[in-house]
């Protein structure tokens, strides 16, 4: 193996290019593009099982969703295999998960997620002198603005409506939503 | 996600609807082939709106818990300023 793929400095670059491309879905991350930005003494046929390799790795620790201890057991592993890493790679590798875990975990999330989610909401509170839709008048209304989109989709704006009758029953059901919520959070 | 009780919301869509049903349910998602360990819960909810013609239609999206505490805190907000 060259002996610039066993330093560790360009390491870390390698890392977040993967993850850029891997997870984030950020495009034109190309293998070449890699090696000949952190790599560039480095023949493309040696850099190709080095990316692949650094790539799995990766992959596996993610999809897993590691914990630290799983993390330094996995690691340890690797450096004893043959042609694994060496124990600098591993030390930037684990670096590298304790600081992106978070960012790359919500990134697979959003990838599995494929209904609507929510953007964005606002409202205001009118007190409407008259109303459509009730015979009330002087009655404070609340408009809500949901914004709610698929991903890679343009956003749908919902308009709401409320009077506070309806504003309670809601209140209702989001605090069994919390109730629920509680209950799951608890531990086993 | 920003609450605020002034009037200077400006709002895409003009005309309102009226929630008639809202419904919820709290998954957790175990596995995908993107994530084979996942364990991250996460509330959908579906409303029912009736537009000004009382056509009713489904709306259903996806909240993560602190987008949907957020969500609750904002009808808790609301709710004092009547």
Known sequence: MAAELEGSKSLSGLLSGLAQDTFYGHPGITEELLRSQLYPEVSPEEFRPFLMKMKGILKSIASADMDFNQLEAFLTAQTKKQGGITPEQAAVISKFWKSHKTKIRESLMNQSRWDSGLRGLSWRVDGKSQSRHSAQIHAPVAIMELEIGKSGQESEFLCLEFDELKVNQVLKKLSEVEESISTLMQPA | ?82
Request: aromatic share 12%.
């Open chain 2, 1 to 82: 996600m920003e609450g605020f009780s002034e009037l200077r919301m400006d709002t895409k869509s003009k005309v309102t609807s009226q929630l008639v049903d809202f419904q919820w349910k709290l998954g957790m998602a175990v596995s995908s082939d993107s994530c084979r360990s996942h364990k991250y819960p996460y509330v959908t909810v579906m409303l029912k709106v009736a537009d000004h013609s009382g056509q009713v239609t489904n709306k259903s999206f996806e909240m993560t818990i602190p987008q949907c505490q957020d969500f609750y805190r904002q009808f808790k907000e609301i709710a004092a300023v009547f």
